[in-house]
């Protein structure tokens, strides 16, 4: 095990797992089109005033949830769509999910060799005060692209969920190709993550490189929990994209902190289904999602 | 060939080209830290005087290299390390190179699903005042994530250059996996990028659907080329990393634009080396690597 400065990533969550009973995470994927009526009009008044919108609709959406979830997980291109606008209104929505004792994910997917990979991991999980404790990566540049993230795990106490199997049906096209020894390609990377990942095992046997595997494939998710037995694995596709909380139960095999299930639009958006206060919306499902994942983890 | 409003991306290139005799691009890496003394003084205010300070770097570069380059490629990690701040810089830098007539190059390797992919589009390649001509993706999500950024292409005249084979030696860590029928897995990828881009070919005969190929590797760039005959590759790894012009030569085999050779840090950077003016030493090594580019393509 590394020694580390702080407390490494994967302790923290499964710290606040087990203090909030929930493995949920909400996406917060702030889309102008789609806001509540009361932020409807600024987020017309062009790109600033539609990221001052999407800024206030994270905070309300955190304040709502935090009671439920363990983290939050911004999806960096629906700020990136707004400009340098809508990067203040991520840094914004990202220390205020911080403040509130939430671990923040950013979903960026970034993947880029050398300088450039160093300059991805400054601008995200790096430092004394970054703007997330983890990010998602991609796994195609291989390890040295990556190393700057586990160096970024080691000093800081960052996390990094490595995307392996996604939910999508294109994930098929490169992920699913069959090597020679009869595996799909998607389970060698979750067997190199798992390497990878090794000298980053906190406390509670969980390593702070994690994997994204889409709950959209039950079986996978099942493979991937044995391929990656320490890894957090981050499941998206629960609620709208279709998977239900029992298609990810058997993700929970190595602890209540080894799986993370997250829904997006199904709690951010739910208000516009339930026709009430989009905060009180938010909350009721970010409730009801935490409980269902809870019960159906077996711990 | 689809019906496109505009002039479609590999059109506006393959005539930039063969105008300047030129298949350079310069990559836009700024660094605060290794900013040259003139605007150290700003880069050290914080992070928005650093990322003022790159911004007028930024400027001073497409000034210099103007002449002799076709496009830029501002690397977005360079930009987001600087926050908000970076973000206005680089859309600043972006847009004063398209007003200097540059094709210019997003290098983001964005990769994800859905209405993720649909916003990076939007962020990047979309409407009618886009950030940038073109955008750097992955492929590893699979053709339903790449939709929104073809869509681009068909509608708004933009390119995209997919990630096929990385210049780092831990490309091989999932790019050279071996399938079942004894082809690499960045060879499946080359002909799934082909096949993409076979909607969106020009009347050069190149498609907006490019690939980018690393310079490293000689042999694999050949390869590229038979695999992708339509496909502009866009070509780092020349100068720092090691490769030079020569090593690309056979990537010119389908026309003077079927290929561009990105420079970044021996352009850039070259003051520090040459120990004259910043500009005008990007401005010599651009002139030198467009010249020896030019004579290596055989056209």
């Known amino acids: ?25 909400v996406g917060l994927d702030p889309r102008p089109d789609l806001l509540p ?17 999407c800024g206030r609709f994270c905070r309300g959406l955190v304040d709502a949830v935090a009671p439920y979830v363990v983290a939050v997980k911004p999806q960096v291109a629906f700020f990136e769509a707004l400009g340098a606008d809508g990067i203040a209104a991520l840094e914004d929505a990202c220390s205020y999910a911080r403040a509130a004792g939430l671990q923040v994910i950013a979903d960026g997917k970034r993947g880029d060799i050398g300088s450039t990979a160093r300059a991805y991991a400054a601008a995200f999980i ?19 692209s990556l190393e700057p993230y586990f160096a970024a795990c080691r000093r800081d106490g960052a996390g990094i969920f490595c995307v392996v199997k996604t939910s999508n049906p294109g994930s098929a096209d490169v992920q699913d190709l069959v090597l020679s ?30 994997a994204v595997v889409g709950a959209t494939h039950p079986r996978a998710v099942g493979e991937a929990r044995r391929l990656m037995p320490q890894a957090v694995l981050l499941l998206p596709g629960v609620g709208a994209q279709g998977a239900t909380p029992a298609d990810v139960a058997r993700a929970f095999t190595s602890g209540p902190a080894s799986a993370l299930v997250n829904v997006s639009r199904d709690v951010i958006y739910a208000f516009r289904v339930a026709g009430v206060d989009w905060r009180s919306a938010a909350a009721a499902e970010a409730s009801r999602y935490a409980r269902d994942v809870w019960a159906v983890s077996g711990w």
């Open 126 to 144: 790096e430092g004394d005060a970054p703007l997330a404790d983890a990010l998602t990566v991609n796994p195609y540049l291989g390890r040295d």
């Open 181 to 210: 020894d009869g595996r799909p390609v998607w389970q060698q990377v979750a067997e190199l993550v798992a390497e990878w990942g090794a000298e980053l095992v906190g406390e509670h046997g969980l390593s702070s490189v994690g």
């Open 1 to 25: 095990m590394a020694t580390v400065a702080t407390t490494q990533f994967a302790d923290r969550l499964a710290e606040a797992v087990e203090r909030k009973r929930s493995q949920l995470v």
């Open 37 to 53: 009526v009361e932020l409807r009009g600024e987020a017309q008044e062009g790109r600033e005033g539609a990221a001052r919108a």
